[in-house]
């Protein structure tokens, strides 16, 4: 590609780079990042945003759209219709975030105030925004939207596309609960597929433009996940991906990678998933 589809303003998670990327085109914003990060965010805003198109609503993608919202009055926020509910009133979402993180969620992701009600615009998928195309790609989250460029052809896809922290192409899944569907995923990455975008630009984080190499390293990635979390408990599970990462990538992108997707919650994510799974195979005559 010799020019990139959009700005992206890396929001510094954690004091660090390479983390959490939100996207910049034409006063629209994707994915603002975490409250902890609006200080960095907003130092890296080329102008003032008129709209957020927020791909789901966790709070390393989500946390920040409230507080932009009290600082930005004509701000509107786009999100998935499931999601909508917990950015309006996030309490149900910040006691789910705090099963995860215990103690350091107001540390690692701020404070997450409420957007205004009015404020807000439901997205089922099928939409257009102006010169974005929504796509509904379920699998990482329920409420999980993609915004296809069709200026660009770019992709702005959240997590939908997994985790990549390196030019090289190591592409992790990211699994956490509570609403992982394989099934729902693989059709996802499907529906990217046949968008045939000209780059993927990730959260998590960068622009790539190997679009078929990355999309092939994903879908093998979320099936050896799947397998080894049939086979094996949790600290066995952390055990073999922490060693196969560490003999793919070096110490800092590492670090940057389990800051965005720790193991532990890849595990229990995929866990809860398979659980379900069995529970509506039993329950079938």
């Not at 590492?254 to 529970?279: I, S, T, W």
Request: proline content about 8%; glycine content about 8%; aromatic content about 6%.
């Amino acid at each position: 590609m010799s020019e990139l589809p959009a700005r992206l303003l890396d929001v510094g998670f954690r004091g660090t780079t390479g983390a959490i990327a939100s996207y910049w085109v034409d006063g629209f914003l994707i994915d603002p990042g975490p409250a902890s990060c609006v200080d960095k965010l907003l130092a890296e805003l080329p102008g003032e945003p008129h709209t957020l198109l927020v791909t789901h609503i966790h709070l390393d993608h989500a946390g920040a759209a409230g507080t932009l919202c009290r600082l930005f009055p004509g701000l509107r926020v786009h999100v998935h219709e499931r999601g909508l509910p917990h950015l309006a009133d996030p309490s149900r979402l910040l006691a789910s975030a705090e099963r995860l993180y215990g103690p350091n969620l107001g540390n690692l992701f701020g404070r997450t105030e409420p957007v205004p009600a009015d404020r807000l615009v439901a997205l089922a998928g099928g939409e257009r925004i102006d010169r974005f195309r929504v796509e509904y790609v379920p699998g990482h989250a329920s409420h999980h939207v993609a915004y296809f460029d069709t200026v660009s052809g770019a992709a702005f896809i959240g997590d939908a596309c997994g985790v990549r922290v390196t030019p090289d192409p190591v592409v992790v899944a990211p699994t956490p609960p509570p609403d992982i569907d394989v099934e729902a995923w693989l059709r996802s990455l499907e529906a990217v597929e046949r968008l045939r975008p000209s780059a993927l630009c990730l959260t998590h984080f960068g622009i790539y433009s190997d679009v078929e190499r990355h999309l092939v390293a994903m879908r093998a990635s979320l099936g050896d996940l799947v397998a080894l979390a049939r086979s094996c408990g949790r600290d066995e599970f952390e055990r073999w991906l922490r060693a196969r990462l560490a003999a793919a990538l070096d110490a800092p992108s590492l670090r940057r990678l389990e800051a965005v997707a720790p193991l532990d919650q890849l595990f229990l994510g995929l866990e809860r998933y398979l659980r379900k799974r069995a529970e509506v195979k039993d329950s079938r005559p």
